[in-house]
């Protein structure tokens, strides 16, 4: 089967950094990526790594070790607008567009 | 452009009824998926179309559950009989390509939430 593991839960203070995890084991990789949903609402994508290295996106960055099947996604400056679930998601391969969702990291953002 | 929309955007109904879910992916998207979410747990995926063609639907859980997309436009979601396992929150999503980076971005809709009672 596939599973991704990522924490359930993550606070920090509006103007920190923080990190959120996510490893995975599927029976193939095409590519990481990240999603964030405000309020249970529609997901948004947010980022995608298919290779090794760091993805730098405004204050968002996220990274990939295929080798470690562990990636992370970096938060910079946290808003408090950041508050919100994100998950990772990996596509088994090219040819299947589909992706597969960890259960999602709920991070709380404080003054 | 306009994005992903879901017809309705919550649905209640009782154990054994018919529930019908819409999705209109965004224009010019061959690709198109359904996702569900159950308890707060993972978004699991539920099957893709490419176009008119269902490409890959072995997340679809029973044959209680039957998905159409009718022109390769929008598509539609049955449940029936609905139980009660059947509640959470059903995506929809779609996207251009399946490859590369633009096939991983998927649009998502705001979602369908479905309690059966």
């Known amino acids: 089967g596939q599973s991704l593991e990522q924490p359930s839960e993550v606070t920090a203070v509006e103007g920190a950094i923080v990190q959120i995890n996510c490893t995975y084991q599927t029976s193939g990789f095409y590519g990481l990526s990240w999603y964030q949903q405000h309020d249970g609402g529609a997901p948004t994508f947010l980022s995608y790594?298919?290779?090794?290295g760091l993805e730098e996106t405004g204050r968002f960055s996220s990274f990939l070790s295929r080798s470690d099947s562990y990636g992370y996604l970096l938060l910079q400056e946290l808003q408090m607008k950041d508050s919100a679930s994100y998950f990772c998601a990996v596509r088994i391969n090219t040819n299947a567009g589909k992706s597969t969702f960890g259960d999602g990291t709920t991070l709380t953002v404080k003054p | 452009e306009a994005g992903v929309t879901q017809f309705p955007s919550h649905s209640v109904i009782e154990k054994g009824q018919t529930v019908t879910l819409r999705c209109d992916p965004i224009s010019g998207h061959d690709n198109l998926y359904w996702y569900r979410r159950v308890m707060g747990k993972e978004i699991k995926f539920l099957l893709h179309?490419?176009?008119?063609?269902?490409?890959?639907e072995s997340g679809m859980p029973n044959n209680r559950f039957l998905a159409e997309r009718t022109g390769g436009t929008y598509s539609t979601l049955k449940v029936q009989p609905a139980e009660l396992e059947d509640s959470g929150v059903y995506f929809c999503?779609?996207?251009?390509?399946?490859?590369?980076?633009?096939?991983?971005?998927?649009?998502f809709g705001p979602g369908t939430r479905l309690t059966v009672t």
């Open positions: 999503a779609s996207s251009r390509s399946t490859g590369g980076t633009s096939g991983s971005e998927q649009y």
């Open positions: 179309f490419v176009k008119e063609s269902k490409q890959d």
């Open positions: 790594n298919a290779l090794d």
